[in-house]
């Protein structure tokens, strides 16, 4: 039967179909397993950095310059393995959130099994940052209590485009974060490889929630499309501003008091951040996402 001829709802699926084959085709070409393919056996350098120094949170600062470069690679060792921990927590939640999207959909589906390899996928993914984070002797790092309560909230009732949005914030600040380490010769070697790791597997799912978002508001009304959109807003600032830990600063020997407040009116991080985010942005726009409420969201996130 020729394609012009079916259904609209059936061209569709038939769509998403392919794309979820092909997805598993790619996946199938090119996989890690962090447990073999990551050094975790050789002793951490502290000659390293453990993110680029740019992305530090106090890059740019009073502090910053007055910092040795020794306590500079130990932030950034410290800031690297918090995101590395926040990366965790919101994996445990996507995790469920994926499952629980597809519990009675049609395991003979391609979509079904890309759905699952995602999740495999983000289960590695834990463990990898989890060494990872241990390996830089970090501790481990967890948003704050009421923030850990609200994604608990949010992994057991979010559904369609909030969760698929969610899932696409979190994972393209990360992407635009690990870019940069991945190919830094002064952050240490097996974060560059983590890194890498995570880049290289992350971009089949923010193709996969990219396609999932734009589906689901297929036929949202006004309604739901503005609700929608203030709790994605809401979820990806709560992801935002929980990367950095507020405990790294004293785990890296400095004056938390003085580092928080260079840390929230540093403009070289929040334009960093604003810049990197913008194809982001472009995208949510596109969506029709960024309604008032979630733009100023957004922006006090610094992420536009
Ligand atoms: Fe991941
Ligand atoms: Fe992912």
Known sequence: MASSTLRPEDQDRLDEQDVARRLLDSSAKLSYDPVTEVDW???????????SPEWSTLYGTAYWNELTDAQRKELTRQEAASVASTGIWFEMILQQMVLRDIYTTDATDPRFQWALTEIADECRHSIMFA????????????PRRAVVELGRAFKTLAFGEAAYAAILVAEEVLDV???????????????RTINNIHVVEESRHMKFARDETRKRLRHAGPLRRQLNAFVIAVASYFIVTSMVNRKVYENAGLDTRRALAEAGSNEHHKSLMRSSCSGLMEFLASARL??????????????I
């Open 41 to 51: 056996d050789t002793p951490l350098d502290k000659d390293f950095h453990g993110a």
């Open 131 to 142: 060494r990872g984070a241990a390996k830089l002797g970090a501790p481990a790092y967890r």
């Open 177 to 191: 974060m690990q870019r940069d380490w991945m190919r830094d010769e002064r952050v240490a070697p097996f974060v």
């Open 290 to 303: 960024l309604t008032k409420p979630a733009l100023a969201l957004y922006k006090r996130a610094n992420l």
